[in-house]
């Protein structure tokens, strides 16, 4: 029999203060950008000097939020960490490339093309921990966090491994901003967060940030939530989004009815934001609907923030004003939906439950 | 002598990224390997590659590296007497 999934620990760095795991939402930090940046913590606190000198900004943002998450865990050790990333340590690919085509090929140096590789994120929590079990990294872009989850989630259903350190992360890099804002990924105008979702323009503010969990058998105090399953699609046509979601609900022994909380990937794209709709008025119209791209900025694993969201309102039992989406209020929450996909591809939906 | 030093130590924080640290950190007669800046074989590849970039030195000898870079002096002393550029 498959055993259970627990989200027993949990760490985030993201453009609202999240690293403090006894504090949720308490100042909403309304950014008025086209690009939002993470709120950082003192990474000296966690890191050591030496060997943050040559970590980038994602690394040391997913070494603060494993650390977070192992502590609150009561753990000081994993048996395998999974990271997903969409772009890995995108500030040292563009340096190491930027260094190639300015220096004609000539003087190139180590650290950049060391640290410029998707799986740098992974080796170096794992250095930190000294972990020298399973080390994954799933490169799939919006979908690359839900990817890892699934991996994590079949190990511990097998009994293969009891805790595992998942988490999603991407980082911005100067250049991959520049380029997303030519191709119109990014929206041609200042949008004041919490104005997100009335912009009514093209592309998305992006955002970058790391959310670890401890994932683990054994339920304990400090469990947030269980996982009860994840499901990906690299396509899935607008039409068939709301039939999927009740399919989906349906393969886990649930109807709408059941589900308490519905948290969205809505990034304000008037292009895409319409696969939500599918779901805001045709399925889940009298079901509590939250949002948090306006949190933490669009990139390949935001919805590993929505996850993190959807772990907090399940163990505090609070939700706080600056996520809600409708005015329909659940009295308790219980069993929560999370929904998400970008520019109408990779899409996710994935159930967790109250402990 | 003394704005080749202070360029060096310039150059040796941003390359290798010292982030805490400032020109004035760092003394002349520091070592800069083992003990002192703590410095290690990744770096000791960068300051190559800068010492390459910047002053037109090649370095093959990894043995003669390593009296090169024992010092901000050892390695100034170097560089003015075998820059090209």
């Not at chain 1, 994120?121 to 890892?148: D, P, R």
């Not at chain 1, 969201?309 to 996520?323: E, M």
């Not at chain 2, 070592?31 to 910047?54: P, R, T, Y």
């Amino acid at each position: 029999m498959n055993r259970n999934v627990y989200i027993n620990g949990i760490g985030s760095i993201s453009a609202q203060k999240t690293f403090e795991n006894n504090e949720f939402l308490n100042e909403f930090v309304d950014h008025e950008a086209q690009v939002i940046s993470v709120v950082n913590p003192n990474y000296k606190d966690y890191i050591p000097p030496a060997a943050a000198r040559r970590m980038a900004s994602g690394i040391k943002m997913s070494v603060v939020a494993s650390k977070i998450a192992l502590q609150e865990a009561g753990l000081e050790q994993v048996d395998a960490i999974i990271t997903g990333t969409g772009m890995g340590c995108v500030r040292d690919s563009e340096k190491f490339v930027s260094a190639i085509i300015d220096d004609d090929e000539q003087y190139l140096t180590p650290t950049s093309f060391i640290q410029s590789t998707h799986n740098t994120v992974g080796g170096q929590i794992a250095l930190e921990l000294q972990c020298k079990g399973y080390n994954f990294t799933y490169v799939h872009a919006s979908n690359s966090f839900e990817s890892a989850l699934i991996d994590a989630k079949l190990q511990l259903e097998l009994g293969e491994e009891h805790t595992i350190l998942v988490g999603g992360v991407d980082e911005l890099g100067e250049h991959t901003t520049a380029l997303h804002k030519i191709i119109n990924h990014i929206k041609p105008e200042i949008v004041k967060a919490s104005q997100l979702l009335q912009s009514k323009t093209e592309g998305a503010v992006f955002g970058e940030g790391a959310n670890f969990f401890v994932l683990s058998n054994e339920k304990q105090p400090s469990t947030y939530a269980e996982v009860l399953s994840v499901k990906i699609y690299n396509t899935l046509p607008k039409a068939e989004v709301a039939q999927a979601a009740i399919q989906f609900l349906k393969s886990n022994n649930l109807e709408v009815e059941d589900i308490d909380l519905v948290v969205l990937g809505n990034n304000g794209d008037v292009k895409f934001d319409s696969f939500y709709d599918e779901l805001i008025s045709k399925v889940f119209n009298n079901t509590q609907q939250v949002y948090y791209k306006h949190l933490c900025g669009e990139f390949n694993t935001a919805s590993s923030f929505g996850f993190w969201l959807a772990s907090k309102i399940l163990k505090t039992q609070i939700l706080p004003d600056c996520v809600k989406l409708n005015h329909v209020n659940s009295s308790a929450f219980k069993t929560v939906l999370l929904y998400n996909q970008y520019r109408g591809e990779n899409h996710s939906f994935t159930l967790l439950k109250q402990c | 002598m003394e704005a080749l030093k202070q360029e060096l130590k310039k150059n040796i924080i941003e390359q290798i990224n010292l982030e805490d640290m400032t020109v004035e950190d760092i003394a002349n007669e520091d070592l800069l390997f083992g003990g002192g800046l703590g410095l290690d074989s990744i770096d000791a590849l960068e300051l190559i590659v800068m010492l390459d970039k910047n002053y037109g030195i090649r370095l093959t000898d990894p043995k003669e590296g390593r009296a090169i870079f024992e010092s901000i002096n050892t390695m100034a002393a170097y560089v003015a007497e075998h820059r090209t550029k």
